[in-house]
C-alpha cells in the first residue's frame, strides 16, 4: 500500500495526523503508513501563514522523493496566503458559500502543481474549531487546569456549531486555546 503524507499547516494538525487520523486509517482500512510533515518550520513554528512557494516546494519534494507516496495537505483556509493560486480572483467573485470558494482554490492548486498523486486538501474552518466540538475532547488533553476547562466548556455551551466561534482575532479556536 501507498504510503501517505499529509503536509501539515502546523503542530496541532501533525499531531492529530500521525496521532488520531493514522491510527483510525490503520484500524478501518490497514493503511499502515501515514505522516503529518509540518510545511512551515518558522521560527517560531507554531503554524500558519504558510506561504503557496513553500506550500509547492514541499509538495513537489516529496512527490520526487517518495515515488509511490500519496501527498494531501491540512491547512486552513483561515488566514490562508493570497499568493495561492487564483485566491484573489475567487475571493473577489459574486459566490457567497466559503465551501466552493475552498473548493475553487483545491482545484486551481490541483491545476498549478498537476500531479496524479497530489489531492489538496484545504479545511474551509480552522482546524482548532474542531477540537469545540465536544468538552469530551479535552479530557486527554495534558495540563489543562479545572478553570481553563470551565472557560472551555462555556464557549463550547454558547455556541451551537463550533465553526462559529471563528470570529476575530483575540477569539478565534487556536487563540482560546493558548
Same mark, same amino acid.
Given at each position: ?9 502546523g ?13 483510525? +486509517? @490503520?484500524?478501518? $482500512?490497514?493503511? =499502515? !503508513?501515514? $505522516? ?5 518550520? &518558522? %521560527?517560531?513554528?507554531?503554524?500558519? &501563514?504558510l506561504?503557496?512557494? /513553500? @506550500? %509547492? ?6 512527490l520526487? !522523493? ?5 501527498? #494531501? ?8 496566503? #493570497?499568493?495561492?493560486?487564483? $485566491? ?22 490541483? /491545476?498549478?502543481?498537476?500531479? %496524479? !498523486?497530489?489531492?489538496? $486538501? ?8 474542531? +477540537?469545540?466540538? &465536544?468538552i ?9 487546569? +479545572?478553570?481553563?476547562?470551565?472557560q472551555i466548556?462555556?464557549?463550547i #455551551? &454558547?455556541?451551537?456549531?463550533? =465553526?462559529?466561534?471563528?470570529d476575530?482575532?483575540? #477569539?478565534?479556536?487556536?487563540? !482560546?486555546?493558548?
Amino acid at each position: 500500500m501507498n504510503p501517505i503524507y499529509v503536509l501539515c499547516e502546523g503542530k496541532t494538525e501533525q499531531n492529530f495526523v500521525n496521532q488520531i487520523l493514522g491510527e483510525y +486509517l @490503520y484500524n478501518k $482500512y490497514q493503511i =499502515e !503508513r501515514i $505522516y503529518g510533515i509540518m510545511a512551515n518550520t &518558522s %521560527k517560531n513554528a507554531k503554524g500558519g &501563514s504558510l506561504s503557496y512557494s /513553500r @506550500y %509547492k516546494n514541499e509538495v513537489q519534494d516529496l512527490l520526487k !522523493r517518495e515515488e509511490n507516496a500519496i501527498i #494531501t495537505s491540512l491547512i486552513d483556509y483561515y488566514k490562508l496566503q #493570497t499568493d495561492f493560486p487564483d $485566491y484573489t480572483a475567487i475571493q473577489s467573485t459574486n459566490i457567497q458559500d466559503k465551501a466552493e470558494k475552498v473548493s475553487q482554490l483545491e482545484q486551481s492548486i490541483a /491545476r498549478d502543481i498537476k500531479h %496524479k !498523486r497530489f489531492l489538496p $486538501y484545504i479545511q474551509l474552518h480552522e482546524f482548532e474549531a474542531l +477540537l469545540f466540538s &465536544s468538552i469530551n475532547g479535552f479530557d486527554n488533553l495534558v495540563g489543562l487546569d +479545572l478553570k481553563k476547562k470551565k472557560q472551555i466548556e462555556k464557549i463550547i #455551551t &454558547s455556541y451551537h456549531n463550533p =465553526e462559529y466561534i471563528n470570529d476575530g482575532q483575540d #477569539t478565534h479556536p487556536s487563540a !482560546r486555546l493558548s
